[in-house]
Every structure is written in C-alpha cells, then in structure tokens.
C-alpha cells in the first residue's frame, strides 16, 4: 500500500499529472494490486477526460484502503523526497531550494525545518546567483552528500538523525550517507506521530495551527535556553515560535515612534512568523501583530507585551543549535522600557525575593521595575486570592523619593518583594477596590511618613486647581476607606 499512497501524495503536490495516472495504475497491476476502478484506470488512455480519470484514481485509492492525503501531508512526504535528491545526484541543490520555497511551508518538526534551512530560499539563490556567481557555484556545491530520511524509519515514526554545520551564510544540513530510493515511500508513520505532538503549543507552518494546545512547548526540545514566545494578536491557535534571546527589545524607543529593530537569536520560527521568513526582502514579509510572551524557567508565561507590524527584514544561521535560525525583525511596542529584560531575569530566576531592591535603582530603572511588576503580577501571585479586609500593612516611606519609589514601596508593603499595587493614581485608586492582593478597607501603617511628605511635592492639576501628590494621594486612601496611620 505504501506504493500506492506514494502516488497519491505525489498526485497532490504535482509531481505526478493526472495525464499519468493510467500508466501508474498500470504500473501498479504489474506489482499485483487490484481493484475494480484500478483496472478501469489502467485501461484508459492519457487524452481521455481529466476530470474522469481523477475521480477514477480516487476511486481506486480508496477500493485499496488508502486515502488521498490533504495537501499539507503530501507536501511533507514532498519535503522528505527533496530531501533526498541532492544525494541521489537527480536534482542540484538550486532546483530542490526552488521547489522548496515555491509556497512549501508544511514542515512542522526540527529537521524539517532543519532542511528548508540548509537549502536556503528563492530570494538568496536569485540574489547570489545574480551578483555573485561564485558564492552560488561555491553554495550549489555545498549541500551534495545531503542524503534523505530513510523510509523504514519514516514508517517507524522516527525522526531522521539530522545534524546542522553553521556555513557563513547558510545552514548545511547533513545526514547519515544510506541512500534512500528516488522516492520514499509514504511517511504517513511519521505523520501519525508527530500528530500526537499536534495537541500542544508547537505550531508548524500554515494550517497546522488549529491543531495545537499549550503542551507542545516542551514538545522535542526541552525549555532551557527558550526567553521568549510570539502568538499571533488576530488568532490565539498562531503561535509563531520560541526565542532564546531578544537584543533590541527592551532599549530607548528611537526617534520613529516606537520602531524597534529586534534580534531575534535561537529562533524556532513557526505559523505567521514561518510564512514571513520565506518572504524576507518583500513587502509580505510582515507577520503582523503579535502578543510577545515573556517566559518563566518552567517555560510558562511570566507576562507579554503587545508588539505590532512584526516585520522579517533578515535571517542568519543560529550557534544556539541545530534547527534554529536568527532573525532580525522590526516591530512596534510602546510598553517594553529599558532594562526590564534584567527584572525579568529576576523573576525568572526567582530571584526578586528580598524586600528594597529597587532602593539604588535611577528614575528609569524604577519605572522599569514597576513595569515588570505590573506585567508580573498574576504569574507570581499564582492564583493567590487576596488578603482578607481588616489587615494591617507597613509602608516604609524611607526611601520614597518621588513617585515611582512611592509605588515600589506601595507594592511591597501589599504584595511583598516586586510587588503591585499601581503605578500612577488612577491605578493605585484601582488597586483599592480589591483583586490586587488586599480586600478593602485595611489599615495602612505610613512609616516615615514625614519624610514622604517632604519629597512628594509635585503639584499635580486637579478639578478644583491643583494639589501635592502627597495630598492626592491620602485623599485616594480616604475616598477608598483605608485607614492610613502616620508615622
């Protein structure tokens, strides 16, 4: 049946024209299969009515218990037969990278993703092969000796053994030297378990989306290494892949508005991302926006930040490992201030565990950490309802010299170390109503408060006029029934 499936998935993806499937079901006669709808077929003549030879094909795929697979399996059976070309000295490696990247985007797995890689895209062969025909040549050359998944292992379910040596602009994608046959039979083993891996978070390209869950994040790949995630704003089943690194992101905005030029390094990139790395250099190679997660070492979301018009402008072999790419990617972001990257690390090494750390910490740094807390808040609180109305906190004013230290202090008199509990009025006024660690009304125990007092002088513009933001906010805790004692 593998034979007869192999015909199929090359039916679908072109290889094998519908003028040509009497010849192949005669083929198949001679090999000893029958059917009814087979030997109507074999008995047809390559001129007949295309649309009846097709449903005739069907027919007798289905009378000899296969299937016609969809479009993104035959492309993955195509993926592992391109694979094995080079070797097989029928295709250069030039043809197999134009065939590959004429829309082929079903590979799902590391060596997949591995291969498309090694070849390379259409943009990069035109633009050497233009201007640089020896980096061609010396590049076409490269890949020969490439050899395909072995077909027994395919029908197995087992991964081939893929190995990936970092070139000066290309990945070369090596494999263990048995030859395969032109063309391997159906990988529908293959497909089956790497299916399974199909419930969780690690998205292939294109369709497979829908199909994934939020356990496919440890899927083939443990966490270490993986800072970062990108999902899809439009569709939460498009998830775009991991990031082991992300220079760029948390820096001063430049002059345009928000524009970032981020470097994406140890990417596995997957859905919308994949489809706009195949399309570097083109006005679609914009992703679109995206939601950027922030990851804890147990690879769950820590916090995200809203990024928007993700861009691909350049791609590069990764040293983080085999499988993996470097992207540079231009995108929007208004909320990732600079040095919350090393707050983050705090958190992630579960480190943001002792109370003042933010004391040393210059008017930007303070702003990014209360960025981090607020952006941290529910993962570290873990579901943890908030403390019962009635309780007495501690706010220690020693060290509240303006108004984001006021806030540092608030949420660690509230929450305890990297706490929250606002960072401007009409948050710390909506931090009081509750579901932010304390029911109201508690008792607010100010210590220092003299000191606080001296320093939290800025005028401020109000209905009436205007007010110190000291007064401001104890007419906040009055308003929201909290007892705040001065000392």
């Known amino acids: 049946m593998d034979q007869v499936f192999a015909i199929a998935w090359q039916y679908v993806v072109g290889l094998v024209p519908p003028e040509d499937l009497p010849m192949e079901a005669a083929q198949l006669l001679a090999v000893g299969l029958d059917s009814p709808a087979l030997c ?21 795929v289905g009378e000899l218990g296969t299937a016609i697979p969809d479009e993104e399996t035959a492309e993955r059976c195509l993926l592992h037969y391109l694979a094995g070309q080079p070797a097989a000295g029928t295709k250069t490696p030039g043809e197999v990278a134009g065939r590959v990247w004429q829309g082929l985007t079903a590979a799902q797995t590391g060596p997949e993703l591995a291969f498309l890689l090694a070849v390379g895209d259409e943009y990069y062969v035109d633009l050497i092969s233009d201007g640089h025909p020896d980096a061609f040549h010396a590049w076409d050359r490269a890949p020969r000796g490439s050899g395909a998944a072995q077909p027994d292992d395919l029908r197995r379910g087992q991964r081939p053994q893929w190995k990936i040596t970092l070139g000066s602009r290309l990945t070369t994608a090596k494999v263990a030297d048995r030859p395969g046959p032109p063309i391997p ?93 195949d399309l570097v250099g083109t006005r679609r190679a914009m992703a679109g926006n995206a939601w950027f997660e922030i990851l804890g070492a147990d690879g769950a979301t820590m916090g995200s930040y809203f990024v928007g018009g993700v861009t691909v402008v350049d791609v590069q072999p990764s040293a983080h490992g085999a499988g993996l790419i470097d992207l540079t990617v231009t995108l929007w972001c208004e909320n990732a201030l600079p040095g919350a990257d090393g707050i983050w690390d705090l958190v992630r090494a579960g480190r943001m565990n002792r109370t003042g750390m933010w004391h040393e910490l210059d008017p930007e740094g303070k702003r990014a950490w209360l960025s981090v807390a607020l952006w941290s808040h529910q993962y570290r609180r873990q579901g943890k309802p908030d403390v019962a109305a009635g309780q007495m906190f501690t706010l220690n004013g020693r060290h509240v010299v303006d108004e984001d230290s006021f806030y540092c202090a608030m949420g660690e008199a509230i929450n305890g170390p990297g706490g929250y509990f606002g960072w401007n009025l009409d948050a710390l006024d909506d931090c009081l109503t509750g579901r932010w660690g304390a029911a109201p009304p508690f008792t607010l125990q100010w210590e220092s408060s003299d000191e606080a007092r001296a320093r939290l002088t800025e005028r401020v513009p109000t209905r009436d006029g205007e007010a110190s933001l000291f007064d401001l906010i104890a007419e906040i805790f009055e308003r929201r029934g909290i007892c705040v004692v001065l000392r």
Request: hydrophobic share 35%; net charge negative; proline share 4%.
């Open 185 to 277: 039979p159906c990988p529908r083993a293959l497909v089956e378990a790497d299916g399974r891996h199909q419930s969780g978070r690690l998205r292939g390209a294109d369709r497979i989306g829908a199909l994934m869950g939020s356990a496919m994040r440890t899927v083939g790949q443990d966490n270490q290494g993986r800072k970062y995630a990108l999902t899809s704003d439009e569709d939460d089943a498009d998830f775009w892949g991991f990031a082991q690194g992300a220079d760029g992101l948390f820096t001063p905005l430049p002059a345009d508005e928000g524009t970032r030029r981020v470097h994406l390094a140890g990417c596995f990139p997957q859905g919308g991302l994949l489809k706009s790395v």
């Open 40 to 60: 109507d077929l074999a008995g047809r003549n390559r001129r007949d009515d295309t649309a009846e030879i097709e449903g005739l094909f069907r027919q007798a």
